[in-house]
């Protein structure tokens, strides 16, 4: 699907995952306040097995429907983030804490590739 409906999709469900990132990063932010970024590690590490079983589910049903536009693009995509997790990762090194930034960098890296690795075996599984 693509078009205008394929890009509403798209941009509801990552208006969706981009409003649950921001209050479970906050969440988890003002419940811990050490100056590691976890709110975005954990969404980052859960958003990764979601993307993993929904994309996991269309890829070997090889079923194709909208649903996988709004749910792994949009939500997923949306509720996911790369960019900040760098920028936070860059800011650990700014401020002086080098140790620290390698180990957001490989945590994130690491549990993010083994938790879509963790979806797409669950979804096999289930599938038989």
């Given at each position: 699907?693509?078009?205008?409906?394929?890009?509403?999709?798209?941009?509801?469900?990552?208006?969706?995952?981009?409003?649950?990132?921001?209050?479970?990063?906050?969440?988890?932010?003002?419940r811990?306040?050490?100056?590691?970024?976890?709110?975005?590690?954990?969404?980052?590490?859960?958003?990764?097995?979601?993307?993993?079983?929904?994309?996991?589910?269309?890829?070997?049903?090889?079923?194709?429907?909208?649903?996988?536009?709004?749910?792994?693009?949009?939500?997923?995509?949306?509720?996911?983030?790369?960019?900040?997790?760098?920028?936070?990762?860059?800011?650990?090194?700014?401020?002086?804490?080098?140790?620290?930034?390698?180990?957001?960098?490989?945590?994130?890296?690491t549990?993010?590739?083994?938790?879509?690795?963790?979806?797409?075996?669950?979804?096999?599984a289930?599938?038989?």
């Open positions: 699907m693509s078009g205008l409906l394929g890009a509403v999709l798209v941009g509801v469900g990552g208006g969706v995952g981009a409003a649950a990132r921001f209050w479970l990063a906050d969440t988890v932010r003002a811990r306040p050490d100056g590691f970024p976890w709110g975005t590690w954990i969404v980052n590490a859960l958003g990764s097995l979601l993307i993993g079983l929904v994309a996991g589910w269309f890829v070997l049903s090889g079923e194709v429907s909208p649903w996988q536009l709004l749910l792994a693009v949009g939500v997923c995509g949306g509720f996911t983030t790369f960019s900040t997790s760098i920028v936070e990762t860059a800011t650990m090194l700014r401020g002086g804490r080098p140790a620290r930034a390698v180990v957001h960098a490989l945590s994130t890296l549990v993010s590739v083994l938790a879509v690795a963790g979806g797409l075996v669950l979804v096999a289930a599938l038989g």
